[in-house]
């Protein structure tokens, strides 16, 4: 009390308890923190898987561009091969569509342009469209993972067949 | 408290941040363990200042009511809690309501652990609530001027084996259809408006999607407002009607000593009639 | 408070500019509790604290109890396929058990409906609010009342659905008397005896305790009593069918 001389690190009994409380309080509060998060994200999503069949070769010819609305995919077969572009705009996520007449991609919602290629002519869209996985399975189909991207133009983003 | 030099401890660090101008901003009285202090954290506070800032002594007491009301609104808190995260998970068509109830318990992280603690605080609400309604009888808390409290009482107890009934519906198992049929079977056996009351509860003649849906917008929002807004007036109507009853009969003191409590004895230094005291406790 | 009057008198001095008036102010009309002088302390932190430390006790009890027994979940509603027993939630098996001997208007919409009747009127007869012993004024005639309402009660619980019932209405089919409200009913009415033999001069403490008992103590004592019955056998006595099972003869 007050005839003791008190020790900087010396606690009374009434802040250790304090401290006790406030320590288990947080530790708690971290705890249900860390539980709460992980709870709201999902385990399981219920959404269709990114990896796409796009079917035999065969059915994309030479210098052509398919557009596939459903998974939002070109398959293009140039010359170097196949290789597949993402058809969602970059700017805010339109589907773009393909001119044929023009020879580019164009979106509908604020004309941005793209080359086949992906590279970005003229808009507001700030990155070109980008290069999506592609590979032959067993079976000799084209799939496509969405959810990777590869670099635009390099060897091993095109398919030979 | 230690002062070593110039460093300062984590309270210190503490209470220069309690004098910052953001802070006061925030937490207008301040905090501090005078008998302003604590009347104002009290009387300042929109979700405390239902009580009043000082309480008789006698209504502490545990033997006198176990507590039961405050573990009732206790309950209640929990199960707001578990519930509103249990929705996100959960669609109320069926069959999809059934396969939701599978996925939080095998697939949503805690799911299992919130739908356990969701689905026992609601049969311990059920409990507490028989519980807290049989110990006010006994008590004789019922008497004037606290009838149409126990009124209030008595609604709640309706709306709280309401929100279990339609709680039970939602997970779209056998249990849960079975007991609601049977249950809204009973409803349509009232006299002249039986099978009026039976179609309006399902939404259709049958417990199907309609009864499903309707089941949920009643569990999830229309009875747990109702509750709410009737558990404010059951607060307020024991504020105004002076605290919770404290009969003659019971302790007047709840420790060894009433002056155990440092602002009592106070208060009693302070003024000589404590009525003024009496008073503010209203 | 001490104050017998419940209105102060006031009169308007000046004559001249108005004409005599006699106001008449009712003193207090609301009901208050009466201040009494008695020790107080602060809610914060004397109520807080206790509040909640039991919330938490209870968080931590429910806490633990949903870490070891998992929410019962059945197979997928199907409307085709009747569970055997179909039993409702727990608070509603004893309503479900009174549904096997009386009919759904009787035991669905009646009786709970007339429960929450007397609930709710409770606290406005001025019998429940004065709260005197039943048999401590008018013993006599008291008594004569209740040998008469138990009597006939604990007579219609015995004769319901009994052989002789079913022999005198023609009733084919399995005799099954009204056990679960005879029994509490009989107990009950013993302890009222009991106490009508007791009083405050009663030399054991229990039989003191038993006279003091008004009558809202024991009719709110009989209805928790069946309550815990019915919701009981409900619960633990009640197998496919709804027939008879003992507890132990596991299914």
Redesign the interface.
């Known amino acids: 009390m007050a005839d003791e001389i008190?020790?900087?690190?010396?606690v009374n009994r009434r802040q250790f308890f304090m401290k006790l409380g406030l320590g288990s309080l947080s530790i708690a509060a971290a705890g249900t923190a860390a539980?709460?998060y992980?709870?709201?994200?999902?385990?399981?999503l219920y959404e269709p898987s990114p990896v796409v069949n796009a079917g035999k070769p065969d059915r994309y010819p030479v210098d052509s561009v398919t557009l596939d609305v459903n998974s939002a995919i070109y398959i293009i077969h140039s010359q170097e091969g196949y290789f597949s572009l993402s058809a969602v705009c970059t700017h805010l996520g339109c589907l773009t569509a393909w001119k044929p007449e023009l020879n580019m991609i164009a979106c509908p919602c604020h004309g941005s342009k793209f080359e086949p290629s992906g590279k970005k002519i003229e808009g507001p869209a700030p990155r070109p469209l980008p290069w999506k996985r592609i590979w032959l399975n067993d079976d000799g189909d084209l799939l496509v993972d969405r959810s990777t991207d590869v670099p635009p133009l390099a060897r091993d983003s095109f398919v030979r067949v | 408290m230690a002062k070593s030099g110039t460093t300062k401890t984590m309270d210190q660090y503490f209470n220069d941040l309690r004098g910052t101008r953001v802070w006061r901003s925030i937490f207008r009285s301040g905090a501090g363990s005078s008998t302003l202090k604590r009347a104002l954290a009290i009387q300042q506070n929109v979700f405390l200042h239902l009580f009043s800032t000082k309480v008789r002594v006698r209504m502490l007491s545990f033997s006198a009511t176990w507590y039961l009301g405050t573990l009732t609104l206790g309950t209640f808190l929990l199960l707001v809690a578990t519930g509103i995260p249990l929705m996100l998970y959960y669609h109320p068509s069926a069959p999809q309501a059934y396969a939701d109830t599978k996925d939080l318990q095998f697939v949503v992280s805690s799911g299992l652990f919130l739908r356990n603690l969701h689905r026992w605080s609601a049969h311990a609400m059920v409990f507490l609530v028989f519980a807290h309604m049989f110990k006010v009888f006994y008590r004789g808390a019922y008497r004037t001027p606290r009838e149409f409290n126990w009124v209030i009482g008595v609604i709640l107890l309706l709306i709280t084996l309401l929100l279990s009934y339609t709680g039970y519906l939602l997970p779209w198992d056998q249990l849960a259809y079975w007991a609601i049929t049977v249950g809204s079977n009973i409803a349509s056996a009232v006299p002249l408006f039986g099978d009026k009351i039976h179609f309006l509860l399902l939404g259709g003649n049958a417990v199907n999607a309609n009864a499903l849906l309707r089941f949920y917008v009643l569990h999830c929002m229309i009875l747990p407002l109702t509750a709410m807004f009737f558990i404010a007036i059951h607060f307020w109507r024991i504020r105004k009607d002076g605290g919770l009853y404290a009969h003659s009969s019971e302790p007047a003191v709840v420790r060894a000593n009433a002056s155990d409590f440092p602002t009592s004895r106070k208060e009693r230094e302070k003024s000589g009639t404590p009525s003024s005291g009496a008073k503010e406790g209203q | 408070m001490a104050d017998s009057k419940e209105f102060i008198a006031g009169v308007d001095s000046n004559a001249k500019k108005s004409p005599r008036r006699i106001v008449f102010i009712t003193r207090r009309t609301s009901a208050q509790v009466k201040a009494e002088t008695e020790d107080q302390i602060q809610t914060f932190p004397e109520v807080l604290f206790r509040a909640a430390v039991a919330i938490m006790t209870l968080a931590v009890v429910l806490v633990w109890i949903s870490l070891m027994f998992n929410a019962p979940l059945e197979g997928l509603a199907d409307p085709s396929h009747t569970p055997n027993p179909a039993k409702a939630p727990w608070y509603f098996l004893g309503l479900q058990e009174l549904l096997h001997y009386f009919p759904p208007v009787v035991a669905g919409v009646l009786v709970p409906g007339l429960v929450v009747m007397a609930l709710i009127v409770i606290p406005y007869f001025k019998v429940n609010v004065e709260a005197e012993g039943l048999f401590l004024k008018d013993r006599e005639k008291r008594l004569r009342i209740f040998y008469a309402v138990a009597g006939a009660l604990s007579l219609f619980l015995l004769l319901y659905k009994s052989h002789l019932y079913n022999y005198v209405l023609g009733i084919k089919g399995e005799a099954e008397p009204l056990y679960a409200g005879l029994v509490p009913t009989l107990i009950i009415s013993g302890m009222m005896i009991l106490a009508s033999r007791s009083s405050p001069q009663s030399p054991s403490a229990f039989r003191r305790y038993l006279a003091a008992r008004p009558l809202s103590y024991w009719v709110m004592t009989w209805f928790l009593f069946e309550l815990v019955v019915l919701t009981a056998i409900g619960t633990f006595f009640r197998g496919p069918g709804w027939a008879w099972v003992w507890p132990w003869q596991g299914s």
């Open positions: 008190k020790q900087p690190d010396e539980f709460s992980q709870f709201l994200e999902p385990n399981v």
